[in-house]
């Protein structure tokens, strides 16, 4: 039987110690060292030889203590690396051969979505899809922002973006923030953090307005009121994301789907199907 020193990656230089990324995981899912090496079954001590170097994790051990601290796949990749083990969950992309179905399963979802908008993004909130319904409301947005990658957010709440013919700005624009924080905690992914960071720079809807939108939410979700040439659209949005995957990418893809929150919506876009 081969050894859990067999399988390790050679030795070289880790930037962070895994016993460092493990505590920083603990921490962040607000958890004590009794209460995960309980949830693990292992011991309170071994748990902190562990996080202080003191212990060497087995591969097995790793993957325990990340699927109880709901890491995903990137960062669960960079635990095994910096335990000295080589990634368990591949990255691909949607053009490779391989990805094929994935492909074809997010461009059927946001076809079938006509006439009503649906786009697919990747964890950073950079557009990997859209169906033909968001080109239209991409009107008067400065085209630099329209430059691959789109990131959704940025065009969204920029100034030379969309940001002016969002009529509830100061909701959306705190809904969305939300939303990131959320992912923030969940991943602790630093281009995000900087993302939210670069958002919150730019100029809010002014606090009148904000205050006069305050709880209006439909009592189930915030809805998103844009302001087109054909006159305001009313939406709802839900978001999708793959059950159990083993893919990086396919984990961190969601599908955004919008729908028509009033009559008037659905025959705006109806109307506007190429």
Do not use: C
């Not at 591969?59 to 990340?66: D, F, G």
């Not at 051969?97 to 993004?121: D, G, M, N, W």
């Not at 730019?202 to 009121?225: M, N, T």
């Amino acid at each position: 039987m081969p050894t859990h020193a067999a399988h390790r990656m050679p030795s070289g230089k880790t930037a962070t110690p895994f016993g460092d990324h493990l505590r920083a995981w603990r921490q962040r899912r607000r958890l004590s060292q009794l209460e995960l090496a309980g949830e693990v079954d292992i011991s309170t001590r071994h748990l902190s030889y562990v996080e202080t170097g003191r212990a060497n994790p087995s591969r097995e051990m790793v993957l325990r203590l990340a699927s109880r601290l709901e890491v995903p796949l990137r960062e669960r990749n960079a635990l095994l690396l910096a335990a000295g083990y080589a990634p368990m969950y591949r990255e691909s992309n949607l053009n490779d051969p391989t990805f094929a179905a994935a492909k074809q399963t997010v461009e059927l979802i946001l076809k079938s979505h006509e006439p009503f908008p649906a786009l697919a993004l990747d964890r950073q909130w950079n557009l990997v899809a859209a169906n033909r319904m968001v080109g239209p409301l991409l009107e008067g947005a400065q085209a630099s922002l329209l430059q691959p990658p789109i990131n959704v957010l940025r065009l969204s709440l920029d100034p030379l973006g969309l940001a002016p013919n969002i009529v509830n700005l100061a909701q959306w624009r705190a809904h969305l923030f939300e939303r990131l924080s959320h992912q923030i905690a969940a991943t602790a992914d630093p281009a995000l953090i900087s993302l939210l960071a670069e958002l919150r720079s730019l100029p809010a809807a002014d606090s009148e307005a904000e205050e006069h939108l305050q709880g209006e939410h439909l009592g189930i979700a915030v809805p998103l009121r844009f302001r087109t040439r054909h006159g305001t659209l009313n939406f709802i949005s839900t978001t999708t994301v793959f059950g159990s995957p083993h893919d990086v990418t396919l984990q961190e893809l969601a599908l955004e789907t919008f729908f028509p929150l009033d009559e008037f919506t659905r025959q705006a876009l109806t109307a506007l199907v190429p």
